[in-house]
């Protein structure tokens, strides 16, 4: 006998997709049937109502997927549930085709119509994860530097040794690549490759080169994007990478982009498909104060500042778009063949090059600003992760590459510390002699400012994070704020002035 109630679940799911203008009136009876369809249902019945207040379409979606495991269709595991949950919220989402006129259409009207039309889109139809997203947990902490943000990542799922072993057995090929390809769009998935049935790309011309623009579905902030070659072919960061960025900032005056560098423990997560990131968010660094002014020999035209900022970042702005892509382009240039042994800075050793940049690109009115930030990735026997990397006594919070995100001055922590940090607190208020060992030596040192209360205990721990992760920004400073160090910068910069 047919289960009455998915009837009911199937039934409500299109009528508010229709109510939200996702399903068109006349597609009724095709989206009934597609559900069926996945749901392994032959027989319906038409003579169901929609219910009065009908349910969202992510609580529907929950029943749906509910029905699927309870009848064996799928397996209660992470993959299986995501592969079936973007079947169902494709039929919300328009073809690539009218993904991409809509967006253009609704671009000659105003560019922040186009990106809150796509972006609401990807929200609607569960491929930007909203409900894990909201799990995260944030605050800030007060520093030297202004506002520091702490983000610890709980949307993200991660993959068990089980997950990785079925994945690693799966016969996946090659295909797509790898998770920025472009192949990725409407792609079933798999153990080892995420579901995108649900995922679409708007194509982006980037002088007579085609690139995407997508969000990514873990946003780690509002409007969180991915402007991603149509290649996969890798990270580099060159005179056409400033070009680019500004041309972006362009097209979308109301988003930042800036991209990674493309060297190892300087980079980001995947320097194996060239790629930027961008979004509608004002990070810490960018309101970071002045330290000095520069006079760049043979750009009269540009501002250039200084910042103090746990980095090293020079900031450049004008009206004169090319006028900043060359200046950026000088600067990095010198960078990357400059050598201060002094201050454990090669450009290169065994014929390995050490010296990058990472760049953030934004608008200010009618100027263009972009911050060029000096990284350098060499390794000693003192620090095999990097010299400027975050070092060992602070891994016990952060000891990923520090890339453009955390550059920001925004710290997206491993979902670990959510249960760590509890326990922590625990250890603080006597209630446990058990904390993690990677985090015993700083329990013991924050046990000394004792006694504490419960309903406070947390608070000051998120302090102490901050202060932690002040520390990793500092350690991936190639110039730190010392006098030592500002003497360093200084001899660097001084090949940039006028003289």
């Known amino acids: ?8 679940v199937i039934r409500d799911f299109v009528s508010k997709g229709i109510a939200a203008h996702r399903i068109h009136s006349l597609d009724e009876r095709y989206a009934i049937n597609h559900l069926l369809g996945l749901l392994g249902i032959d027989a319906y019945d038409v003579q169901k109502i929609p219910s009065i ?8 979606l929950d029943r749906m997927i509910g029905y699927a495991i309870e009848k064996h269709l799928i397996s209660d595991v992470p993959e299986e549930i995501e592969i079936m949950e973007a079947q169902v919220m494709e039929l919300i989402t328009p073809l690539p085709s009218e993904v991409n006129k809509r967006f253009w259409m609704h671009y ?3 560019p922040m119509r186009a990106t809150d039309e796509f972006y609401r889109l990807s929200q609607d139809n569960d491929y930007i994860k909203t409900r894990k997203i909201a799990k995260n947990k944030h605050f800030s902490v007060d520093s030297k530097y202004g506002k520091i943000e702490i983000t610890i990542n709980l949307s993200k799922p991660e993959k068990t040794r089980q997950q990785m072993e079925a994945a ?14 472009m192949e990725n769009e409407g792609y079933r998935g798999r153990s080892d490759a995420a579901a995108r049935s649900n995922h679409r790309i708007v194509r982006l011309p980037l002088f007579g080169e085609n690139w995407g623009f997508q969000y990514s579905p873990y946003s780690y902030y509002n409007e969180h994007c991915i402007i991603l070659s149509e290649e996969h072919v890798p990270m580099h960061v060159n005179e056409e990478t400033i070009a680019n960025l500004l041309e972006i900032v362009t097209i979308f005056p109301h988003y930042f982009i800036g991209s990674n560098a493309g060297l190892p423990i300087v980079g980001g997560s995947i320097l194996s498909h060239e790629h930027y990131q961008g979004g509608r968010h004002h990070f810490p660094m960018e309101a970071a104060k002045v330290l000095r002014t520069l006079a760049l020999e043979g750009f009269p035209e540009v501002e250039a500042e200084v910042l103090f900022w746990p980095l090293s970042v020079i900031r450049l702005r004008s009206e004169d778009r090319d006028a900043v892509a ?15 042994p002094q201050a454990e800075i090669l450009a290169e050793s ?10 953030v690109a934004r608008r200010v009115g009618e100027a263009y600003e972009l911050d060029v930030v000096l990284r350098n990735n060499r390794t000693s026997e003192a620090f095999p992760d990097g010299i400027f990397h975050p070092h060992p006594d602070v891994q016990h919070i952060k000891k990923e590459n520090i890339g453009l995100i955390e550059v920001l001055g925004l710290a997206i922590l491993p979902p670990r510390l959510d249960t760590e940090l509890n326990e922590v607190a625990d250890y603080l208020l006597g209630k446990t002699a058990d904390v993690a060992s990677c985090h015993r030596e700083w329990a013991e040192e924050l046990k000394q400012q004792g006694p504490f209360e419960a309903d406070s205990v947390m608070e000051m721990i998120q302090e102490a994070v ?31 002035e006028n003289k």
């Open 108 to 110: 000659e009207e105003a």
């Open 1 to 8: 006998m047919q289960d009455s109630s998915i009837d009911q």
């Open 53 to 60: 207040p009908l349910p969202n379409l992510l609580d529907s």
């Open 466 to 496: 901050g202060e932690k992760f002040l520390r990793v920004i500092e350690d991936a400073g190639v110039y730190k704020q010392t006098p030592e160090g500002q003497a360093g910068l200084y001899r660097f910069l001084s090949t940039l």
């Open 350 to 359: 065994a014929g390995m090059r050490h010296n990058a940049v990472t760049l």
């Open 326 to 340: 060359a200046a950026a382009c000088t600067i990095m240039e010198e960078w990357q063949n400059y050598s201060d």
């Open 168 to 181: 690693r057995a799966t016969e996946g090929g090659n295909y797509p690549i790898c998770a920025l390809c």
